[in-house]
């Protein structure tokens, strides 16, 4: 018998014949396909012992196994999941606060990675979120409108901003940084502004970096736990014992785990491409005369993950046309020599589009005052204004609490203070990637690029058509991953070496021409430009709700990784649901206790109950 301190977050009792061994099963998760019909006395034992919140099996259990799993487990909502069942629950579960679920197979096959999918994100609703419909019915009673306060300016929260003045609200913007319209230097700014004048959207543009599937030879996600010279993603100094938890969280989720936040994600990302559209359309001044570029030409130099990716972005419905790599260097002149010395296997035109992100955001602050909208820049926000209840008051600016209807938080990667006391702490790291411009010479590049090298230190790189800041044509790659920790600052010169040279490395190889001229001209002697974007372990972007005592929304969002552009429209609009106390579904698949309220505290539940 395990002991009395093991428990399961879920026990799944079904018998699958086409199980694929590859799934790697967690400690949080018992598999006993063998209690599939077995004796009600066998079940209730097991869970009992195992304590499960969520119990998946063909059907449903009975009132006595229930009310065995009830008294193991006195707290939360449980969950009962039925594949096949062959009736409805019997009433007495409901007394119980069990929750009684069934899920549809598709084709009516019952994969173990798709239920449990299922299982996690029921089980979020259910019990990490259950707080969450008391929270937005009283946002609901103030019966929406007022003013808003949002601290930080990057492209999420001015999307916001736009977006709830178009909702009738009055806005202000509070940002620790100067006016994006200023001749600062570019380190003087956040990741919005001060990366290089280029953002791309691709349907998955957000994505999750776990380990999907069985790794050989080595423990699964450890790229936070190597240098950028070792094949990793680390160019912190000397992390602390908190980076090493968060790294410890990372490496906690399941490769069925991330491809359920991968699904999660692609949602949103779609809900976004769909705002960009309408925005485009509805905002059309914002976009006049500048560079957006239609359609993403996906690279790849592996013949196994270009096949991969093509089921891939079949599958997420962004592909547009395969090509080869005769057909990449017919259509793209431009990539003829790298397509010829080998450097490509194959390339995908997909859904998406790019434009200079340093354009649209001066846009967007000037059409954002011109409807009364107002910008504190240099004026940083420095916490959260609480009663001794803890119910939010305002926030801290200079010192003094500034109070208004409802209040925004979008902080990027450094804005961690701001976050103390919230459910979002310390949750938030940061990842640098190197911007590298490039002249755009004949024979010219007409199509925006992303480009994976398989095992190479700088693996994915997002290539932007535009023009630099004299109105040339130009090519500017975005590319590489840096851990920082906590600290956005926490920089290794050496590291920060090794990956430069390896963004470099890719420029030499597919844009040889270019790179050269880029050289000859020194526009690679001045500064190594990079932005350190906001990153969480889970890889899930947060949400996060917390009710003021007057009856408002104080909103947190931030860690999109490498999604914040393309999701922007879509997190405008939960912000938006938000203030109105309505529903979205954003508002619990990226609540920031999602992580770790599903596999925190667990103990060794993978033995066998004798």
């Given at each position: 018998m395990t002991s009395e301190a093991a428990k399961a977050r879920?026990?799944?009792?079904?018998q699958e014949v086409d199980a694929p061994k590859a799934l790697e099963l967690p400690e949080l998760v018992a598999y006993r396909p063998e209690l599939d019909g077995d004796e009600p006395s066998t079940l209730a034992r097991y869970l009992a012992s195992l304590r499960p919140d969520i119990f998946v099996s063909r059907r449903y259990p009975s009132a006595a196994v229930g009310a065995a799993w009830r008294e193991a487990v006195p707290e939360g909502t449980l969950l009962a999941i039925a594949t096949d069942p062959d009736g409805p629950p019997e009433p007495e579960l409901e007394h119980l606060k069990i929750s009684c679920q069934c899920f549809n197979a598709p084709g009516g096959v019952v994969e173990p990675a798709s239920v449990?999918?299922?299982?996690?994100?029921?089980?979020?609703?259910?019990?990490?979120c259950a707080d969450l419909p008391e929270k937005l019915g009283a946002i609901r009673k103030r019966n929406?409108?007022?003013?808003?306060?949002?601290?930080?300016?990057?492209?999420?929260?001015?999307?916001?901003?736009?977006?709830?003045?178009n909702e009738g609200y009055e806005v202000s913007v509070y940002d620790s940084r100067?006016?994006?319209r200023g001749a600062f230097a570019w380190n003087d700014y956040?990741?919005?502004?001060?990366?290089?004048?280029?953002?791309?959207?691709?349907?998955?543009?957000?994505d999750d970096y776990h380990d999907k599937g069985r790794v050989q030879h080595r423990p699964a996600n450890t790229i936070f736990g190597r240098e950028i010279s070792e094949g990793g993603w680390r160019i912190c100094r000397a992390p602390s014992e908190a980076d090493l938890e968060w790294v410890d969280d990372f490496r906690a989720v399941a490769p069925w785990l991330a491809q359920a936040y991968t699904n999660d994600m692609v949602d949103f990302t779609r809900e976004g491409g769909a705002g960009w559209a309408e925005l485009v359309e509805s905002e059309c001044t914002l976009f006049d005369d500048i560079e957006l570029r239609r359609g993403i030409l996906r690279l790849y130099t592996d013949r196994r993950r270009f096949l991969s990716e093509i089921a891939r972005q079949d599958r997420v419905g962004a592909t547009k046309r395969v090509l080869s790599v005769a057909e990449v260097a017919d259509s793209h002149p431009a990539l003829a020599k790298a397509c010829n010395k080998g450097e490509v296997v194959g390339g995908i035109e997909v859904v998406g589009f790019t434009l200079p992100i340093h354009d649209l955001v001066e846009r967007i602050l000037i059409r954002v005052e011109q409807e009364g909208g107002t910008f504190h820049w240099n004026d940083r926000v420095e916490g959260i204004a609480k009663r001794p209840s803890g119910t939010v008051e305002g926030l801290i600016v200079g010192g003094e609490p500034v109070k208004a209807d409802h209040y925004v938080l979008s902080p990027g990667a450094y804005g961690g203070d701001l976050l103390r006391g919230t459910a979002s702490e310390d949750l938030i790291h940061g990842v640098l990637g190197v911007w590298l411009p490039l002249p755009n010479v004949a024979p010219r590049l007409e199509c925006s690029l992303k480009i994976a090298r398989s095992g190479h230190l700088a693996e994915d790189s997002n290539v932007t058509v535009g023009r630099?800041?004299?109105?040339?044509?130009?090519?500017?790659?975005?590319?590489?991953?840096?851990?920082?920790?906590?600290?956005?600052?926490?920089?290794?010169?050496?590291?920060?070496?090794?990956?430069?040279?390896?963004?470099?490395?890719?420029?030499?190889?597919?844009?040889p021409d270019p790179?050269?001229?880029?050289?000859?001209?020194?526009?690679?002697?001045?500064?190594?430009?990079?932005?350190?974007?906001?990153?969480?372990?889970?890889?899930?972007?947060l949400f996060e709700i917390q009710n003021t005592c007057t009856g408002g929304a104080l909103v947190i969002t931030g860690g999109h990784n490498t999604g914040g552009f393309a999701q922007a429209p879509a997190v405008a609009t939960a912000v938006g649901a938000a203030l109105r106390g309505e529903p979205h579904p954003m508002h619990f698949l990226y609540d920031p206790r999602r992580l770790r309220s599903f596999t925190n505290g667990l103990g060794t539940s993978a033995g066998v109950i004798g």
């Open positions: 879920v026990l799944l009792a079904i449990l999918a299922f299982a996690e994100r029921a089980c979020t609703r259910l019990r990490t929406g409108g007022g003013e808003v306060m949002l601290a930080g300016a990057g492209i999420v929260n001015l999307l916001t901003a736009l977006h709830l003045q100067p006016d994006p956040g990741c919005t502004r001060g990366g290089e004048n280029a953002r791309m959207f691709s349907l998955t543009e957000a630099n800041g004299d109105g040339e044509p130009a090519l500017v790659l975005g590319s590489g991953y840096g851990w920082t920790g906590a600290d956005p600052t926490n920089i290794d010169p050496v590291q920060f070496g090794v990956l430069y040279q390896a963004v470099a490395d890719t420029a030499r190889r597919f844009f790179y050269a001229a880029a050289r000859e001209s020194g526009v690679l002697d001045g500064d190594l430009r990079f932005c350190v974007r906001p990153w969480t372990a889970s890889n899930l972007p």
